[in-house]
């Protein structure tokens, strides 16, 4: 087996870029059916969970100014379903970046909640080294330091995920859509 460079592992790994230099995700549907849920908001459709699922999938992390391309490759697609799914696909990542965003607010809030109680509970415990009672001080003091590292682990290791999470979002509202047919109806037409 012949060892890869680093460069030729990039190569393999890096991201589609489209001919202006976007993020590019092809997608090939086979069944025109599986893009839109059965379920959705009334006159507000929306994509399927598997779909979603494939489109998320296909996404690498990008910078904030970066742009994304979906392509989408079907035969049986007409210009009134171009739009729909279009809109479709825009209403499923406005919501999700929606509940992202309320996600984010209450784990700051709780955060903040926790690191009072936590200082609430050192103060608490420290009195209790004062009037030398070692053992309640002691478990008072470990109460305090795990509300304390909750609020660490919300605030810094969950909020970087929930604000990744919103930019994927944003790149999939503001994506460029396209439409294709597959070669086998290009030589067709």
């Known amino acids: 087996m012949k060892n890869k460079s680093l460069t030729d592992v990039k190569k393999e790994f890096s991201p589609l870029l489209d001919e202006n230099g976007k993020r590019y995700i092809p997608v090939s549907v086979r069944v025109e059916d599986s893009i839109l849920s059965p379920f959705s908001p009334k006159g507000n459709p929306t994509i399927s969970g598997e779909f979603a699922e494939f489109l998320d999938s296909q996404y690498t992390e990008m910078k904030a100014n970066d742009q994304l391309h979906i ?50 509970v050192l103060t608490v415990s420290v009195i209790f080294y004062i009037f030398s009672h070692e053992i309640v001080g002691e478990i008072i003091d470990i109460v305090a330091w795990v509300f304390v590292w909750e609020a660490v682990d919300l605030f810094f290791l969950r909020s970087p995920t929930l604000i990744r999470e919103k930019l994927k979002c944003k790149h999939f509202i503001g994506a460029e859509i396209t439409y294709s047919y597959t070669q086998k109806q290009q030589n067709v037409a």
Not at 87 to 108: D, F, H, Q
């Open 71 to 120: 392509d989408i490759e079907c035969d049986t697609i007409d210009d009134e379903e171009r739009i729909l799914y279009e809109g479709a696909i825009r209403s499923y990542y406005k919501a999700e970046e929606t509940r992202k965003t309320k996600e984010l607010v209450r784990n700051n809030i709780i955060a903040l909640i926790m690191v009072i109680i936590g200082i609430v």
